[in-house]
DNA sequence: AAATTTGGTTTATGTTATAAACTAGTTTAT
DNA sequence: ATAAACTAGTTTATAACATAAACCAAATTT
């Protein structure tokens, strides 16, 4: 009857970065950390998950000097995503 | 930008008991039990925290000599759903 | 009457989310 | 030039959460 949910994504701050990530392509993380008003240490930890996980790429450069953070959404995290979404609709729209 | 998510339906458990007590306005921990394929001790603790909250009334009865443990959802469940939805939307539909 | 099943609750444990503290370096003000 | 403050994160510690395992009381089955 209901199907899981990707424990990966059922957390408001992953599926913040998802849905961010899954609109725009390329995000940096300071983009995204001000986007989900989340705290970098929060943000850190969980793009790193979503990295192990396959679900995003991320790529370390500089701007200027300055050291840069960019997260990109993977065909797998794509796929993931709209696997999610249709998981959750079961529970949102009640027969 | 993305609203939050009101941590006590953001878990698939008690979100599945929510969904499933708006569209039958009360059922039975068994009945419930069966329809989450859930176990009765995870269960339990989570009816719980919905009941704490005020998202669904509990009541005790017996059916012939067995105990009976019935839940309705409330009102106040019943917007904290709709809110839960309305929030989550946002994240599902990425603009 | 002993064993099993039912309908749960309580407790213990592993997982998760989050904030706090830290690192490494840059920019700004003195 | 140096101290202070800021940027961009990472690591670590802690609190909250989800879940299963163990338990309980009573009913049913054998």
Do not use: W
């Not at 957390?11 to 008003?37: G, P």
């Not at 705290?39 to 930890?45: F, I, P, R």
């Not at 370390?60 to 797998?76: D, E, L, N, V, Y």
Request: include cysteine.
């Amino acid at each position: 009857m209901f199907k899981d949910l990707d424990p990966l994504l059922h957390s408001q701050l992953r599926l913040a970065v998802m849905s961010l990530l899954i609109s725009t392509e390329e995000a940096d993380f300071v983009f995204i950390r001000e986007k989900t008003a989340s705290t970098a240490g929060n943000l850190s930890v969980q793009i790193e998950k979503l990295h192990e996980a396959g679900y995003i790429s991320v790529k370390k450069s500089f701007k200027g000097k300055m050291p840069r953070t960019t997260c990109r959404i993977s065909p797998a995290g794509i796929s993931a995503f709209e696997k999610y979404v249709e998981a959750l609709s079961e529970y949102l729209q009640p027969k």
